[in-house]
């Protein structure tokens, strides 16, 4: 894992700023970054959905199997709650075990983030986040903004969800420090990431229907997670078996013998 092998950032270069931009018939991406390293992401996406169906995605208690880099999610503190408006406002941390891919390396990393939730105007509806702890970040902090969408009618017909995001990794792999474009493959790295995150949006809300809601809909994708998590763990750890045995069997002279 290139996790094991990452080196500080280089000394900011002249090409490091610059502009990445993918746009689509349901959302526009926009990541920059001026002359360093930190990448602004800003997300502008449409669902055909309520707004409180998209927010509950975002402050689901358990979006393992939800999103595809969140491999399992670890504690969750309630540390505020109070009724405000027609809603609440919450501060919870969230603990979350992430995976990360760069070509074809990938690594796996912990995350730690302070949330607040906000759905005390059903007319706005927000999240705010900021990093506390991560394996593979130096900063992460960024807000949700869920507003619904209407016809001529005024009849809510779907959603716009709009993310505003910072990231600044802690340090690079040793096999991108010298790349001549590395500002270009960060924003690359934040873009992907955010597609991905949109695939699996739209993937849930394909999934609710007049049976199931939404938060059914998050149970069973959590529920699926950890079982594809625990097989895969289970996998691995017969491998790991399988060559401790044959390793033990090279050892004691054993192995590839005809008696």
Known sequence: ?????????????ERLAGETVDKKDNYSLLVSNADGYLCHLQATCHFPVAPATVYAIFVNTD??????????????????????????????????????????????????VRVVEDDSDPQHLT???????????????????????????????????????????????????????????????VIRSAQRMIQDIESILSRVNDSTDIHEVLRRAAQKGHAEEADKKAQAQQKRQHAQAAAEQKKSGRGGRFL
């Open 1 to 13: 894992m290139w996790s094991k092998n990452v080196i500080p950032l280089p000394p900011n270069g």
């Open 127 to 189: 999240t705010e986040f900021e990093l506390i702890r991560s394996d593979i970040l130096n900063r992460f902090h960024g807000s949700w903004q869920v507003t619904p969408e209407t016809d001529a009618s005024g009849e809510v017909v779907g959603c716009t969800a709009v993310l505003e995001q910072d990231v600044l990794p802690r340090g690079v792999p040793a096999f991108l420090a010298n790349v001549p474009v590395l500002g270009s493959a960060l924003r690359g790295v």
């Open 63 to 112: 979006n393992t199997g939800v999103f595809r880099d969140i491999k399992t999610s670890g504690r969750r503190d309630v540390l505020e709650e109070k009724p405000v408006g027609q809603g609440f406002r919450r501060v919870v941390e969230v603990e979350q075990v992430g995976e990360s891919k760069v070509l074809m390396f990938h690594t796996t990393f912990t995350t730690e």
